[in-house]
């Protein structure tokens, strides 16, 4: 009896023992990493929305009793009701816009039917359809040569400080460099870009453009070893490998639509692993390679500002704007409607009691 229960008080040990070297070891760690990565910023992105949400609610809620004490309203007030119907009509010109959204259904067809046969810029395009296009060839193109140049760069940072003899507290300065203006050029871009589009048309595939150009200056100076050259080449490689990437999703989705946006979106992000492994690892670190990869890149571009020129000269946006009149003009006559059977119960309702 003794010995089982110092088989089990050792069991217990032993479990107890196990615990801890699992609570304090290497891969609890790792495992504690991951869940923190996962759920950081939880907490505090909630204050964002919260207020939208609460907002929301108190709207409905608001609607609600109006609603119900207007019926109660209109149940005990015994004085003659007046129905006075006011015509909230759409314009002549609205419901010519609206006719003019509004298109015939389309016929059913198989799915490699349409594949060469693609809408207008602007529209939504099926994934076949934006994949064999040529605006997306040229543009897959241009970015594997842009981000494949300035990512090797990057990934090759290390080892060019140390064969153009820059110290090692210097080649960690290249990294932070690089890190912090690859943030800056994906917020630069992005409203930038927007802006241009917006008061000047400014076409987005030449900020593209432009901005491997721009890249190409940091690859010179690397290739040409200027003096204390590199910090400056590490603060345009950085903005520019950061600015190409919202100008490249920002791009398809205005070229091909929003319906698919997610899987084209993934298509886009293969230029990056393509461009690496096509620039790092076929072409062995010659820096003249990669800048003439870039400028290659930020040349074939500009073939695709030529092809969206008309595109963005135009109202880009004109077609969500049309897409809204349409949804406002249906909810104004369904509300008009059920206004007007509100009306129409509430006479009944006091014809009945009188």
């Known amino acids: ?11 217990w040990g032993d479990m107890k023992s196990l615990t801890v070297q699992f609570v304090t070891g290497r891969w609890f760690v790792v495992f504690a990493s991951f869940l923190i990565m996962a759920a950081a910023g939880a907490t505090y992105m909630f204050g964002l929305y919260s207020g939208d949400i609460k907002t929301a609610l108190a709207v409905v809620f608001i609607e609600e009793n109006k609603v119900w004490q207007s019926k109660k309203f209109a149940l005990v007030d015994p004085s003659p009701v007046k129905i006075v119907t006011q015509s909230e009509t759409v314009t002549e010109t609205e419901k010519e816009k609206v006719n003019s959204v509004v298109s015939a259904p389309k016929k059913d067809t198989k799915w490699y039917e349409d594949v060469f046969n693609p809408p207008a810029r602007g529209e939504d395009y099926t ?20 981000v494949g140049g300035t990512l090797t760069a990057i990934d090759n940072l290390g080892q060019i400080g140390t064969s153009l003899r820059y110290p090692k507290k210097s080649i960690s300065t290249f990294v932070s460099l690089v890190s912090i203006w690859n943030y800056l050029g994906r917020v630069f871009s992005g409203f930038v870009s927007e802006h241009f589009l917006t008061k000047y048309r400014f076409p987005r595939p030449l ?3 432009l901005t491997l150009f ?16 590199l910090y400056i080449a590490s603060v345009i490689i950085g903005f520019c490998f950061g600015a190409q990437w919202p100008l490249l999703f920002a791009i398809i989705s205005e070229l091909f639509g929003l319906k698919y946006y997610a899987t084209l979106y993934n298509f886009g992000s293969v230029a990056s692993p393509l461009g690496l492994y096509v620039l790092n690892v076929k072409i062995t670190g010659h820096l003249y390679d990669k800048e003439a990869a870039t400028f ?14 008309k595109f963005y000269k135009g109202d880009i946006y004109k077609r969500f704007r049309e897409e809204a009149m349409v949804t406002e003009a249906e909810m104004l006559e369904k ?20």
């Open 1 to 11: 009896m003794a010995l089982g229960s110092s088989i089990g008080v050792h069991g």
């Open 127 to 146: 994934i076949l359809q934006a994949l064999f296009s040529i605006d997306m060839l040229i543009l897959f193109v241009a970015c594997i040569c842009g």
């Open 207 to 209: 900020m593209l453009t």
């Open 214 to 229: 721009v890249s190409c200056i940091g690859h010179l100076l690397i290739a040409f070893d200027v003096k204390n050259g």
């Open 296 to 309: 290659f890149g930020a040349v074939f571009s500009l073939l695709l500002v030529a092809r969206t020129r």
């Open 335 to 354: 509300k008009n409607m059920g206004k007007t059977e509100e009306d129409a119960k509430v006479g009944e309702q006091h014809v009945v009691t009188t």
